[in-house]
C-alpha cells in the first residue's frame, strides 16, 4: 500500500510540474495583464529539446522531484499530517510546511500541540506516537494506566482507614489527636477525591477512543531528519535494513553455543552453530539480540565476528567485536546478521542516530533550492551589468567585459 502511494505522490508531482505550474504561472500573469506568447524561433527550439529523449526525460525527472520535495512536510515527516480528539484538531505537518514556504518570517504558525488537548493528560507537548498507539488500541494503552490508579485508591482508602482509626481510639481513651494526624487525614482525602476524578475522566477518554472519536493521519514515511531514532535497538549508526546486494550482508541467523578459553588478538571468543542450516561464512558479523516474549529484539548485546568454519560449514568460532558496558551474553544467544526490519531504517541511520532517508530527501531539496536561487541570483546580475556595460560603453564596457573573463576563468 505505502508503494503504491509513492508512486501515486510521484505520479502527482510529475503532473503538477509538467500541466499544474505552467497553467498557475499563465493564470497570474493573465491576472497581472500580462499576455505571453512564445515566438516560432522558441517553439522550434522546445521541440529540438524535447525530441532529444534522455535530456527531456532526465530534466523532466529532476524537475518533478523538486516539485515533489516543496511537500516533504506532509510526506516524509514525524509529526502526523492530521490529529483530531473530540472537537480538537490539529494539522502539525501542515504547519511545517507552511513554515517552511513562508521562510522570510520566524515560523508564523505555532507548532505546539498540548497533551491535555488531546485526551493525554498533563501540559506539556504531545508525543504523536504514544497518540497514534492509543488510537490503534484504547484498551490495551488504558488498562495499565487504570488499574494502576485504582491500586493507588484502594492503598489511598486503607491509609486513610487507618489514620481515621487512629484519631478514633485516642478521642475514645479522652486524647486529643495531634494536629498533623487530622491534617494527612484531610490531605489524604482530597487526594482520593482527585484520584477517583482522574479514574472517571480516564474512563470517559478511553470511551471516546474506543469509539472513534480520536484520528491520526500520518506521512508516507513517519521518521523527520532532525529526530533520532530512539526506537530502534542497538546503538547508532545502523546498518541499511533494505537488503542491497553488495552492501548490505544476506540474512543469517545463528545461536551463542558456549564461551572458549582461546583468545584471538586479546578477545573472548565463542563457539558458534548455524539455526538456519545456511553455512556460516569467515568475516560474517553477528550481532547477539535479546528479545521479548513476542519475540521481538528489545536490545543488541554486541557483535561477532566469525573467525573460523568447521569443516561441516554450521559451526564455528567467532571473537567479540564489541559488547554493551554491562552486558552479558547469556548461553543460546539468538545471533542474527541483521536485525531490523525490511522497511524499519531503509538506508540506516547517521553517527548521531537519525534516519538517512529524510536526511536525504531534505538534503535534496536544500542543494537544488540553492543552486537555482544562485542561478537566479547570476542571472539578475548578468543583466545588470549587461545593461551597464550597454548605457554606458567605452571604457565601462571595456573594463567590466575584462573583469568578466577574468572572473570566469578563475578555477573555483
Known amino acids: 500500500m505505502t508503494f503504491l502511494l509513492t508512486l501515486l505522490v510521484l505520479a502527482a508531482g510529475v503532473l503538477l ?3 499544474g505550474i505552467p497553467w498557475l504561472f499563465r493564470m497570474a500573469l493573465g491576472i497581472c495583464g500580462i499576455h505571453v506568447r512564445t515566438s516560432p524561433v522558441t517553439e522550434k527550439r522546445l521541440r529540438r529539446f524535447r525530441s532529444i529523449r534522455r535530456g527531456y526525460i532526465s530534466f523532466v525527472i529532476v524537475t518533478s522531484c523538486f516539485t515533489t520535495s516543496m511537500f516533504l512536510e506532509v510526506l516524509v515527516n514525524d509529526r502526523p499530517v492530521m490529529i483530531r480528539y473530540g472537537d480538537q484538531t490539529a494539522y502539525p505537518a501542515v504547519r511545517d510546511l507552511f513554515n517552511t514556504w513562508i521562510f522570510f518570517r520566524d515560523g508564523p504558525f505555532s507548532t505546539f500541540d498540548r497533551s491535555g488537548d488531546f485526551g493525554i493528560p498533563g501540559d506539556g507537548p504531545l508525543d504523536y506516537k504514544s497518540f497514534g ?3 490503534a488500541d484504547p484498551t490495551g494503552s488504558f488498562g495499565p494506566i ?16 487507618d489514620t481515621q482509626q487512629e484519631i478514633d481510639e485516642l478521642i475514645a481513651d479522652g ?4 494536629d498533623w494526624l487530622v491534617e494527612d487525614l484531610q490531605a489524604a482525602r482530597i487526594d482520593l477525591t482527585k484520584l477517583r476524578g482522574q479514574i472517571a475522566e480516564l474512563g470517559d477518554i478511553q470511551q471516546l477512543f474506543a469509539s472513534g472519536g480520536a484520528s491520526i493521519i500520518w506521512p508516507l514515511y513517519r521518521h523527520g531528519p532532525y529526530k533520532n531514532r530512539l526506537d530502534l535497538p542497538g546503538t547508532a549508526p545502523h546498518g541499511p535494513s533494505l537488503p542491497i546486494p553488495g552492501l548490505t550482508p544476506r540474512y543469517r541467523s545463528a545461536i551463542l553455543l558456549g564461551s572458549n578459553e582461546q583468545l584471538l588478538g586479546g578477545r573472548p571468543t565463542y563457539q558458534v552453530g548455524s539455526v538456519d542450516g545456511k553455512p556460516l561464512e569467515e568475516g560474517l558479523k553477528l550481532f547477539v539480540i535479546e528479545e521479548d516474549a513476542d519475540e521481538r529484539i528489545t536490545d543488541v548485546l554486541g557483535i561477532l565476528l566469525v573467525r573460523e568454519v568447521d569443516p561441516d560449514g554450521l559451526h ?4 567479540v567485536l564489541a559488547q554493551g558496558e554491562g552486558k552479558i551474553f547469556p548461553d543460546k544467544a539468538q545471533l542474527v546478521s541483521r536485525f531490523l526490519e525490511t522497511w524499519e531504517a531503509p538506508l540506516g541511520t547517521s553517527d548521531s542516530g537519525i534516519d538517512v532517508v529524510p536526511l536525504l ?7 537544488v533550492g540553492f543552486a537555482l536561487m544562485v542561478l537566479g541570483v547570476g542571472y539578475l546580475i548578468g543583466i545588470l551589468a549587461g545593461a551597464i556595460m550597454g548605457y554606458y560603453g567605452g571604457w565601462t564596457d571595456i573594463l567590466l567585459q575584462r573583469f568578466i573573463e577574468i572572473w570566469g576563468s578563475v578555477p573555483f
Open 316 to 319: 564455528g568460532t567467532a571473537e
Open 175 to 178: 486524647e486529643e489527636p495531634d
Open 133 to 135: 498507539k492509543i488510537v
Open 146 to 161: 487504570a488499574e494502576g490508579l485504582r491500586n493507588d485508591v484502594k492503598s489511598l482508602e486503607q491509609e486513610i482507614s
Open 17 to 19: 510540474t509538467q500541466k
Open 361 to 367: 530527501l531534505y538534503g535534496f531539496r536544500v542543494s
